[in-house]
């Protein structure tokens, strides 16, 4: 019986000396992702060849801001909000921790992009976020049905009275104010001209109320609400455009005349996270070209990897060709940085439509 | 000796419930009222003020949609109470032995699936490509599709169905404890069924009826999912404002305030009526 203590003391010791010499070793990566970022087949991948578990939790812009606020930066390791959500919420709560550029693989990204990101994310001469995926939002059309809607502002023309839906957020807000000729990101830094914008764009929404069905809330809902018919024209992300078009060949993704809105969602670390060198193990492993060929094929959007075009599908390859035309590319608003403050603004505009008979 | 053994074991049974409210509702909630008094004035600078609760009176709109969101769970409480009564009352007088069950299993069986897979149900069956649109074209009553969702009958009928459960339990359990000797000394007495409806059903069930009605009118004013997805564009429900202020708009300020003035609020609403019915909270918790 004395032998049995002795051998669990034995056991301990051993435990904690593994621990001790593999230190980095198996850690949890606690992921705040989007849908499709963290592929079943990457996360199987990566746990493969580094011994780190990865931990998914899905959610949006928001959330994720919301989420890390709530814990101070706490309870993940890497998230992945849109570069224009990162300097204003760093300012105003602190939530990420900058990021140790010498420990991702730079040469791994489309120049351009990781620059620009980059920049975009800078807060008192720190970088804050690297890029992954990008995409657009803008117009999905059930062509044969809503041909003659070229802009955001047609989806208040009669002839698609009552089979419209977009969502009330912000980017219905700066899609209709480009639409109606006014630059809305100009304004950024000014409240009160911005003010002034949304003032035009609140009674543009309130007037075009009456031909909305419904402002759909999640990507689901408006897959059904297009798939069965009631919705024909819709503003959406390209990605949903994409996937309707494989069921009805009708529907498809077009660039506003006023130009598509471009997002890039990032790689950021919360200020609280606690497995960085699985953090930045994963952004490595993932902007490999194959594996972010691998993220596009699930999620639908392409990422910043160079060279991962070339492994893409074809058949998306079509479609992203088919909805941008070379002028449709470069008229492309890609959002800039939203100054803290500015949602107060938004949020009673859109307060005030939803409220509006 | 028995004295402090007597006490201990209060103090013991009492610990749970003492510890979950503290917790969980008392601590929260004066964090959460500290939060509310706090005003920004610039980038992460904040203050001490009552200006959320300013801008909460000042701003037409949300005093609108809290008026809005009481008279709708006021009417659905009547709705529930209107359609729970009858049933309540079959159940717990006119039903026997095995029927009895099977009702009381029949009301139950609804909950047993979360609220969201319920709501879905509602919207499968209410929207435009739906089952009762097809149904009614089909009957010939309709010439095109029927939209029947995004709209205040809707939201309706998702909070009447939602609460049902809450308001038929205690109208059984008051029902019950009435002797059927009394009703039946009712009539030998001359009275006719509305007299004695209202001169001894109605004034034994109170109780039942009031506590009932506290738990339905509290679940649908705090209800989100229901308005937000059978009432669509057009919803506007308090809860979803104090939503969008923490979750989409980062103020958690103005949230904290809201939850409030909600909480104040709907205390009010619920006291006002007790003394309005001449109850009192003690005899409608039994």
Known sequence: ?357 | MTGTSARLGFVLLLAPAALWLTLLIVIPHIDLFLVSLRERIGVGQYTTSFANYGTFLDEPLYLMTFARTAIMSVLATALTLLIGFPVAYYIAKLARGRTRSVLFLLCLVPFWVSELVRTFGWMILLRETGLVSSLLQWAGLAAGPVELLYNDAAIMVGLVYTSMLFMVVPLITTLDSLDDAVIEAGYDLGGSAPSILREIVIPHAMPGIVSGCIVVFMLSLGNYLTPIMLGGKDSLWFTELIYSQFILRFNWELGAAFGFVLLLLSSVIVWGTLRLTGQTLRETMG
């Open chain 1, 1 to 357: 019986m004395t032998t049995a203590p002795k051998h669990l003391k034995l056991t301990v010791a051993a435990t904690a000396l593994l621990a001790l010499a593999q230190p980095a070793a198996a850690d949890t990566l606690r992921l705040l992702t989007w849908g499709g970022y963290a592929p079943e087949g990457v996360i199987e991948m990566f746990e493969a060849e580094t011994g780190h578990t990865v931990e998914v939790t899905l959610s949006n812009n928001e959330e994720m801001i919301a989420k890390l606020r709530a814990t101070g930066g706490g309870g993940f390791d890497l998230a992945q909000p849109s570069q224009d959500r990162i300097a204003g919420p760093q300012e105003e709560f602190g939530i990420y921790k900058p990021m140790d550029l010498s420990r991702i693989d730079a040469a791994q990204f489309i120049p351009s992009m990781l620059e620009a990101t980059k920049d975009n994310t800078t807060v008192g001469g720190e970088v804050y976020g690297v890029p992954h995926v990008w995409g657009t939002s803008g117009l999905v059309l059930d062509t044969a049905k809503a041909g003659m809607v070229a802009d955001y502002t047609d989806l208040c023309a009669p002839e698609v009275a009552g089979q419209v839906s977009y969502r009330l957020r912000r980017p219905t807000l700066i899609g209709f104010a480009f639409a109606m000729g006014m630059d809305p990101f100009a304004a950024y830094g000014d409240e009160a001209a911005y003010a002034e914008i949304l003032e035009q764009v609140e009674s543009k929404l309130i007037e075009c109320k009456p031909n909305v069905k419904t402002y759909w809330g999640g990507g689901d809902e408006l897959m059904n609400l297009v798939r069965s018919g009631e919705v024909v024209a819709a503003m959406a992300w390209d990605t949903g455009g994409w996937k309707l078009n494989e069921d009805n060949p009708d529907v498809t993704f077009v660039a506003p005349a006023s130009g598509a809105l471009g997002w890039v969602d990032t790689f950021v670390l919360p200020a609280k996270g606690q497995a960085d060198d699985a953090a930045y193990a994963w952004i490595n492993f993932v902007m490999q070209p194959e594996v972010a060929a691998m993220i596009t094929e699930v999620a639908g959007n392409f990422t910043a990897s160079k060279g991962a075009d070339e492994f893409a599908p074809d058949a998306l390859k079509a479609k992203y060709q088919a909805s941008f035309t070379p002028e449709a590319l470069d008229n492309i608003k890609w959002y800039p940085p939203v100054p803290a403050g500015l949602e107060a603004i938004e949020g009673g505009v859109l307060d005030r439509v939803k409220a509006a008979n």
